[in-house]
């Protein structure tokens, strides 16, 4: 069984098909929560935020949420890339460019969220 | 060479579910684009209060209020027609009469949803305190 998944022409789509379902699941928890975050963006001071990102439970799920949005973003919008941009090289250079904004979103991210948890270092 | 190329949406007549089908793919599209002005306020919350606090003010105006509620609903469809396409993918609810129910079902919760958090932010806020905000 294993020789045939590895083998079948369906293998990537398998793959794909999986990792687009876990992340979907993984993101429906965190949705509700996240949502219930930001509906407080309007009233939302500096010295408040700081506070609650320096929550390691905030920091935590705030991380997660943002990994695996942006790694089920990367399956959705490669979905619609490929139905909707008919010419192969444009549509290699489409996919490419989209996973390209998305890793400096996610590094961007990371890299903010560390530091405003840890603000003494560099 | 010209080949014909798929999806040739523009010669059906779209039923109630495909609509719901397509808006998967542009609320997704669009929720993105909330994600990455999400990050870009963790971003100045970095370099400072006053950078935060300006792009801050900007939700904090009618327009910013309304398209931030507009991308929660969004999230929210987005979600709940996920959860129809976990249902589809094992196999159920592809009769005539599931599919009709089942559209009712996904944009009642997903405007009640919404409806219910936007109420539940902006009325007493010790029934929030758990996230710490």
């Known amino acids: 069984m294993k020789t045939v998944h590895k083998t079948s022409a369906g293998s990537a789509a398998t793959t794909h098909w999986w990792r687009q379902r876990l992340s979907a699941l993984i993101l429906l928890?965190?949705?509700l929560w996240f949502i219930l975050c930001i509906a407080q963006l309007p009233s939302l001071t500096h010295a408040a935020f700081l506070e609650w990102i320096r929550n390691l439970w905030n920091a935590t799920a705030l991380s997660l949420f943002?990994?695996?949005s942006i790694f089920h973003a990367v399956l959705g919008l490669e979905v619609v890339i490929e139905d909707y941009v008919h010419d192969?090289?444009?549509r290699q250079t489409?996919?490419?460019l989209m996973r390209f904004i998305l890793l400096?979103?996610?590094s961007a991210a990371i890299l903010a969220i560390l530091k405003?948890?840890?603000p003494e270092t560099p | 060479m010209q080949r014909p190329i798929s999806p040739h949406l523009q010669v059906y007549r779209l039923p109630l579910t495909a609509i719901l089908s397509i808006s998967h793919r542009i609320t997704g599209?669009?929720?993105?684009v909330g994600l990455m002005f999400y990050v870009?306020?963790?971003t100045t919350a970095v370099l400072g209060a006053d950078y935060f606090t300006a792009l801050q003010k900007t939700v904090a105006t009618i327009p910013g209020q309304t398209l931030l509620w507009i991308w929660i609903y969004a999230l929210l469809f987005h979600a709940c027609h996920g959860i129809r396409h976990i249902l589809w993918d094992s196999i159920r609810g592809f009769s005539r009469d599931q599919l009709f129910r089942h559209n009712m079902i996904e944009l009642a919760l997903s405007v009640g949803l919404t409806v219910a958090l936007f109420l539940l932010t902006h009325g007493s806020s010790s029934a929030l305190s758990w996230v710490g905000l």
């Open chain 2, 29 to 32: 599209t669009l929720l993105v």
């Open chain 1, 29 to 31: 928890p965190l949705t």
């Open chain 1, 88 to 90: 192969i090289k444009k």
């Open chain 1, 66 to 68: 943002l990994i695996v």
């Open chain 1, 104 to 106: 400096l979103t996610e």
């Open chain 1, 94 to 96: 489409t996919l490419k």
């Open chain 1, 116 to 118: 405003l948890v840890f």
């Open chain 2, 40 to 42: 870009g306020l963790l």
